[in-house]
Each structure stands twice: as structure tokens, then as C-alpha cells.
């Protein structure tokens, strides 16, 4: 941490922030929809903004990764004509949480390997990140602390802190920098504010507990003992395959390719739209097999997808803690408590073995 790195806005002038920021690009920001629910949407003025809210519904992924993308366009009336698309804005997300920061750093990672998709990565520079921090658990569903989400490290441009009586900034890319000179509404961090900063990061990593009694570096080994887990089993009872938990994960990346032609059958256009191996045409192959038929295959798959094939891959855990997949799912199941049960099954197996 170095001071020369933070600048200061008084309270009162984050709607003025807010509005130049508008002034100079479009604005994505949360917004409050009722009913305890958030989205991200473009705003049109600071008033529309919710800085204190819990995990939108849909998580900021939507603009990295949009839910209908299209990927080609072909026309063959009179010669073969296919002409590849990248649709992309330049915008700024305003307000994102570290959860949701974490959730596109690890987007980043997946698109990023071969093969590369080409239209994340360009649509990506268009996007600057602007994370506001949560110095309070969002609700009961968190459990960014487990994953290690819920402090600001790298992923973003700006970074707001909020203190007693102002917001401390961080920068952390040119695009930041560039921020803060066109909106010329910040002040130099000085040492008093500095400290604060510190204090409060040493309160924070007191308040936020580690939710699952268990350690980050055991999940591996978790998850290498947890395959033939009753759990499982117990999750096909529950799980309505309703595909809500991956429709709102902010590392889930799985799509479907679909085509539309006119009536000529001449014109036409690819796209590819979000999928989920929650439903039951996803692991369906030729010949009508389906080799993730039950419920509990695909329960099992999904926690595995989250926390123990990405670590082999790319060594990082892919779950931010959110807590949307337990606040959508209709027939209660819970990220949280499914881990738990986890542990507690794996310890009773080991505790069997010495007896």
C-alpha cells in the first residue's frame, strides 16, 4: 500500500462523481428493484444508484458475457458472404463488489486460455471497473471470507473505501488514473486517512470469520474424498433442475450455439446463449444418451466445477462467496450448508478408519 496510490472524496460528492462520470461514458451501476433486489443497469443520473445493496441478481458478468451474443452473420443470395461479429460498448461499471470483481477475474482466466474467445477479450477492454468495498457481511448468504473474495486485491481500476466521514480511493490502472484527472473532484490521501484505511482492513479481517469450518488450502482434499458423498444423493431430493444457481454465478461460462435463417433459408445469423449443466439437454450426446442423468450427478458436478477441477487447471477457486446460487435456488438449497454436510460426512469416514 502506498499513499501516493490514494486519493479522497467527500461523501457529498459521490453523485457529483457520479454524474461526470456520465458525462464521459455510459454508466452501468446498481440499481434498487424492490423487494430486497438489486440489478445492474445503465443509469441516466447518481440518484438512480444504490451504493449499499446486496449481490444483484444477475452479477455484472452480463456485460462481459452477454446472455444472447452473436457470433456470425451469413448471406449467400448471390455469393457466400459470412461476416464475423463482436458487439462491445465502451462503459463503465460503477459500484461492483470484490465478490463480483473476484467472478471476472476468473471469467478472465477461462477466456483467456485456448482456445481464446476473442469477443470476451476485446469486449473487455472497453470496460472500466469501478469497485466500491463492503466493510459489512452483505446478508447470511456470504461467504466471500472462505474464498478469499472479500478484500480488494487486483481486477479492478478504482476501488472505493468508505470511512467515517469520506471515501478513500484506490488507483490501480491507467484508466483510473485517467478517471481522476477528467472528473478533478478528488484530493490527495493524507496520513490520517491512510491509518484509517489500515485500521479498518485489521477490524475487517476480524469481522469477516471463515464461514465453513474448514480451511481454504483443504478443499482439494475436501472434494478428492467427497465424490461417492451421500450428499449428493440427499441434493437429488431437493434440486428442481430449475438451472437457477448457474444463471446467476458470476463464474459460470457455459453456452449453446444456435443459428437463425430467414424464410429464403439464404440469410441467417449464429449466436450462442447461456446454458447450464443443470438442465437435462446439457450432457445429452448423440443417440439420446444423457451421461449426467440424475439430479445428484449434476449437483455433484456443479461444486466440483467450483471448487476442485479450476484448481488443477488454473489454482483458484471458483466460487466468490456471493451467495446467489442459495439466495435463488426455489427448493433451498444452500452453498453453505451443502459444504458443511460435506465435512462433516469426510470426517466421520476418517474417523472410521482408526476404529
Not at 113 to 142: F, M, Q, W
Not at 187 to 205: D, S, T, V, W, Y
Not at 234 to 244: A, D, P, Y
Not at 335 to 344: F, M, N, P, Y
Request: glycine share 4%.
Amino acid at each position: 500500500m502506498k499513499i501516493e496510490q490514494y486519493r479522497i472524496i467527500e461523501k457529498n460528492q459521490i453523485k457529483d462523481f457520479v454524474n461526470a462520470l456520465i458525462s464521459l461514458s455510459k454508466v452501468v451501476a446498481p440499481v434498487y428493484k424492490g423487494y430486497n433486489n438489486y440489478a445492474f443497469q445503465e443509469i441516466e443520473s447518481a440518484d438512480e444508484v444504490s451504493l449499499k445493496y446486496i449481490p444483484t441478481i444477475i452479477p455484472p458478468k452480463k456485460y462481459f458475457l452477454p446472455k444472447r451474443e452473436t457470433i456470425l452473420q451469413f448471406d449467400t443470395k448471390d455469393e457466400m458472404k459470412i461476416e464475423p461479429v463482436t458487439e462491445y460498448d465502451n462503459l463503465i461499471l460503477f459500484g461492483v463488489h470484490t465478490c463480483d470483481i473476484a467472478g471476472i477475474k476468473c471469467l478472465n482466466m477461462v477466456l483467456s486460455d485456448r482456445p481464446k474467445d476473442t469477443s470476451y477479450l476485446i469486449r473487455k477492454k472497453h470496460i472500466t471497473i469501478i469497485g466500491i468495498e463492503c466493510n459489512d457481511y452483505c446478508d447470511e448468504y456470504a461467504s466471500c471470507s472462505f474464498v478469499g473474495a472479500h478484500m480488494p486485491t487486483t481486477g479492478y481500476d478504482l476501488m472505493f473505501t468508505e470511512l467515517s466521514d469520506c471515501y478513500i480511493v484506490h488507483i490501480h490502472s491507467y484508466k483510473g488514473v485517467e478517471i481522476v484527472q477528467n472528473t478533478g473532484i478528488f484530493k490527495p490521501a493524507n496520513e490520517e486517512k491512510f491509518e484509517e484505511l489500515k485500521a479498518l482492513r485489521n477490524e475487517k479481517f476480524k469481522k469477516f470469520s471463515n464461514e465453513i469450518p474448514t480451511e481454504r488450502r483443504y478443499v482439494p482434499d475436501l472434494f478428492d474424498r467427497s465424490f461417492n458423498a451421500t450428499v449428493w444423493k440427499e441434493l437429488e431430493q431437493k434440486c428442481l433442475s430449475c438451472g437457477n444457481c448457474t444463471a446467476v454465478c458470476p463464474t459460470c461460462y457455459c453456452f449453446d450455439i444456435k443459428e437463425e435463417v430467414d424464410l429464403t433459408l439464404k440469410v441467417g445469423e449464429r449466436y450462442r446463449v447461456w446454458f447450464s449443466c443443470q438442465l437435462d439437454p446439457f450432457a445429452k450426446i448423440a443417440g439420446g444418451i444423457d451421461f449426467r442423468r440424475e439430479r445428484s450427478a449434476r449437483q455433484r458436478h456443479r461444486f466440483y466445477r467450483k471448487f476442485r477441477y479450476h484448481i488443477d487447471r488454473y489454482g483458484m477457486i471458483f466460487c466468490t462467496g456471493c451467495g446467489r446460487c442459495s439466495r435463488t435456488c426455489m427448493a433451498g438449497i444452500n452453498l453453505k450448508e451443502v459444504l458443511t454436510s460435506l465435512i462433516r460426512e469426510s470426517e466421520a469416514k476418517i474417523w472410521r478408519k482408526w476404529l
